[in-house]
């Protein structure tokens, strides 16, 4: 019997939900320098672009959130495409398949840790678009909220993206082609909701239904990407 045999029998006959989310959140934490990478993205890329683009208080005001919008976007994009691999790798998706886990709950506590160390990172630091591009407290915050509402879909379909390309060779590169198409109506819903609060409108109705999509999304993709996650597996 191998080393890697040893290992999956090794494994309890029942991990629960506080077994999973204490591995995963260390996990997440031993890895910190691959999830500051995307924040290293966003960060850079909302500070550059007001050198990039001028000083100009009304072009820097009406293109700050879309800005932030898209650095948010492409930061969830770069970290997304090793949520699974390495545990596809390592023999962990083996061991919880063994041991008979809950695929769909490990799926949804890996992408709920990943939100947090990226997109809930992500949403503090669009603040920093008050001082960056001039705009107001009020905007900022709905700007803050927008992404809150919007990002856990967005991930979700990365997540999905991420998973339908795992047994390919060079599946990172067709990551973003899978979920960019998907994700660019969120963005423009998200940045239009934005406009609408900072022209005295009502944006509440965009941002409920950025919220309600999440939420779908959360209940229902964790159980599409934990069965390609085994098909994937027994490949």
């Known amino acids: 019997m191998n080393k890697s045999t040893n290992a999956i029998v090794a494994v309890p006959r029942s991990i629960g939900f506080l077994q999973l989310w204490r591995r995963e959140w260390q996990v997440k934490q031993q890895g910190a320098v691959q999830w500051l990478y995307p924040l290293v993205l966003f ?13 100009e208080p009304a072009l820097l005001q009406r293109l700050g959130v879309s800005a932030v919008w898209i650095a948010a976007l492409l930061s969830l994009v770069m970290g997304v495409d090793g949520l699974f691999k390495p545990a596809l790798d390592n023999g962990t998706l083996a061991q919880l398949v063994v041991a008979k886990a809950s695929l769909p709950l490990w799926v949804l506590i890996r992408l709920v840790i990943h939100w947090i160390f990226s997109s809930g990172i992500v949403a503090a630091l669009s603040l920093l ?3 960056l591009f001039q705009l107001s407290w009020f905007e900022a915050w709905i700007l803050m909220a927008s992404i809150v509402t919007g990002s856990p879909m967005l991930l979700m379909l990365s997540a999905v993206a991420s ?3 795992l047994s390919l060779k060079n599946g990172a590169v067709l990551v973003p082609l899978i979920a960019l198409p998907m994700q660019l109506p969120v963005l423009i819903f998200a940045t239009g909701a934005v406009d609408l609060f900072a022209s005295g409108l009502n944006g509440l109705p965009i941002l409920a239904l950025l919220l309600a999509g999440s939420i779908v999304s959360v209940l229902v993709m964790p159980w599409v990407i934990a069965t390609t996650l085994k098909m994937s597996w027994l490949n």
Do not use: H, K
Request: proline fraction near 11%.
């Open 43 to 55: 960060l850079v890329i909302i500070t550059l672009f007001p050198l990039a683009v001028g000083s």
């Open 129 to 131: 678009a008050v001082p």
């Open 163 to 165: 998973s339908l390309t």
